[in-house]
């Protein structure tokens, strides 16, 4: 299962627009999820900790997450986002690496719909500010009425093969050896398909092909779906994009395979990221 992906709490879609049902939530039954602004609060086995509503800022702004048993779970909207780069807080990846599959994906969601809030207290219209509203799956503007909603941004994260070889990426600032998949968010007016030629063609100088999609990811820094893809180069000539990219290389199945098992030509993305997820999938197809 890729992380981030898989939560139990059920949404309860229908529950967030009856504003006496959601009050009616806020019971001592109810869960508050713990966080530390947006870093994930952690209980004495390494799991997420929950505390009650009695927990949470009397002030506070509070995000309905959900279901979990029918047991009501909220989070409470800190008063910062966070807009430091997701690879420079090890701390956040350490705790992260304790977490079950399903708290990750819990976590992942309650962080993306957080820190949403906490940068758009004010309208993008009119410059007023905005109130919570639909137990946290939309704001509205107190001047012109307008409604804003959480925003998921799409990035297409694409492999690249010519002849039995795979295209990968070293990124800007990245440490030497690091390879991953180029990726790049798909623009207004673009398929998936199209993101993923002009991408590729942008970032490399190479014609893609035939290109199919694999899987998906929540990835939530703050808020992007990962969609993953596969497509077929027209030859192997590179004109790299040095403004986004230090390197790009072609690698075999036999090098893709030796870096995912920690003795290859390269350092693979780590094991939360669809891009090792894809890297398997090539190496096994």
Known sequence: MLAFTGSRLDRADNDRADPER?????????????????MPGMNETGGLAWGTLADAPEDAELVFLGLDGGKPCFACVPALGDAAPRMANPALWQAMASLTSDDLAIYGGARSIVDWHARHRFCAQCGGTTTIAKGGWQRNCSQCEASHFPRTDPV????????????????????????????????????????????????????VRN??????QP????SQLMIGCHGYADDDALVVDETELAEIRWFTREE??????????????????????????????
């Open 156 to 207: 297409a994260i694409m492999l690249v093969e010519y002849d039995g070889r795979l295209m990968l990426g070293r990124g800007k600032g990245w440490p030497e050896g690091r390879f991953s998949a180029l990726a790049g968010f798909v623009e207004p007016g673009e398929s998936i398909e199209e993101g993923v030629a002009r991408e590729v063609f942008e970032e490399s100088g190479v014609k």
């Open 22 to 38: 959601l009050a009616g939530y806020m019971n001592w039954r109810a869960r508050l999820l713990a966080l530390d602004g947006l």
């Open 256 to 285: 893709v395979s030796a870096s995912l098992a920690g003795d290859g030509p390269f350092a693979a993305p780590p094991a939360q990221a669809i891009a090792h997820h894809l890297l398997s999938w090539w190496r096994d197809r």
């Open 211 to 216: 290109v199919t999609y694999i899987a998906s």
């Open 219 to 222: 990835w939530p820094f703050p």
